[in-house]
C-alpha cells in the first residue's frame, strides 16, 4: 500500500517557468511533510518541509501549499532554472521521524 | 568534510555472497537510518538505529542486519546476496528520532551478478 502518492512523474518546464509536483498521503497520523531533491549519483538532500499546522510554507523559488482536509500538499518552484533539473520526493512521517517517500518526479527545466 | 559517508559507493558481488556497506556520520547525531532506492527511484526505508538500538525495523528479510559500533557508524550486512538485492543503498542521519531533518549519504550501488 503506498501511502504517499507522487504525481507526476516527470515534468518538462521552460526556464522562468513554474513547477508544479504534486503528493496526496493517507496517514492522518503523518505530522512532517518534507520534500527532497536528488540529483543524478547523489544522496537526496531536504529542500523544505511543513507542518500540518501552517498551510503554506515558502523558502525562496520553493513553497509547499498544504491542504489538510484533502490530505494533499505541493511543491511549486517559480523561476524554474535549468539547475532545478532533478528528482524530487516528497516524504511524510510521524513518531518515530520514519520517512514514507512518493515515488518521485523527474523535473527537466529547458534553457 | 562530508557529513554522512559510505563505503563503498560501488559494490559488484554474485549471487550467494555475502557483503557489507559501511556508513559514518560526523554530525553527532542519534539516530541513524538505511533505506533502498530501487531501479525505479522508489525509497524505501529499512532500518532506524536510535543510541545503538534498533527501534524500527521494517519488513526486510532477515538476510539484512544492521550493526551499529558506536553512535556515529551504522553498517548494513547482508548475507546470500539475491538478484533483487541490487539496488542503491542510503544510510541517513538525523539528530534524534524526534528530529525530523535527516541527512542522506552519497549512496552504495549494489549490484548482483
Known amino acids: 500500500q503506498q501511502q504517499v502518492k507522487q504525481s507526476p512523474q516527470s515534468l518538462i518546464v521552460q526556464k522562468g517557468g513554474i513547477s508544479i509536483i504534486n503528493c496526496a498521503y493517507e496517514?492522518?497520523?503523518?505530522?512532517?511533510f518534507p520534500w527532497y531533491q536528488q540529483f543524478p549519483g547523489k544522496g537526496p538532500a531536504l529542500l523544505i518541509a511543513?507542518?500540518?499546522?501552517?498551510s503554506e510554507k515558502k523558502e525562496g523559488r520553493f513553497t509547499i501549499s498544504f491542504n489538510k482536509s484533502a490530505k494533499q500538499f505541493s511543491l511549486h518552484i517559480m523561476d524554474s532554472q535549468p539547475g532545478d533539473s532533478a528528482t524530487y520526493f516528497c516524504?511524510?512521517?510521524?513518531?518515530?521521524?520514519?520517512?514514507?517517500f512518493g515515488g518521485g518526479t523527474r523535473l527537466m527545466v529547458k534553457p | 568534510d562530508t557529513a554522512v559517508s559510505q563505503t563503498p559507493k560501488y559494490l559488484v558481488t554474485q549471487m550467494g555472497n555475502d557483503k557489507s556497506i559501511k556508513c559514518e556520520q560526523n554530525?553527532?547525531?542519534?539516530?541513524m537510518y538505511w533505506y533502498k532506492q530501487d531501479s525505479k527511484k522508489f525509497l524505501k526505508i529499512m532500518f532506524s538505529?536510535?543510541?545503538?538500538?534498533?527501534?524500527i525495523n521494517e519488513t526486510v528479510p532477515n538476510r539484512f542486519s544492521p550493526k551499529s559500533p558506536d553512535k556515529a557508524h551504522l553498517n548494513l550486512h547482508i548475507n546470500s546476496l539475491e538478484l533483487g538485492d541490487s539496488a542503491v543503498y542510503f544510510c541517513?542521519?538525523?539528530?534524534?528520532?524526534?528530529?525530523?531533518?535527516?541527512?542522506f549519504g552519497p549512496g552504495t550501488r549494489l549490484t548482483v551478478l
Open positions: 541517513a542521519s538525523s539528530q534524534s528520532m524526534d528530529t525530523d531533518t535527516q541527512y
Open positions: 496517514n492522518t497520523a503523518f505530522d512532517y
Open positions: 511543513i507542518r500540518p499546522d501552517v
Open positions: 516524504a511524510a512521517s510521524n513518531a518515530g521521524n520514519m520517512l514514507t
Open positions: 554530525l553527532g547525531h542519534d539516530t
Open positions: 538505529y536510535n543510541n545503538k538500538e534498533l527501534i
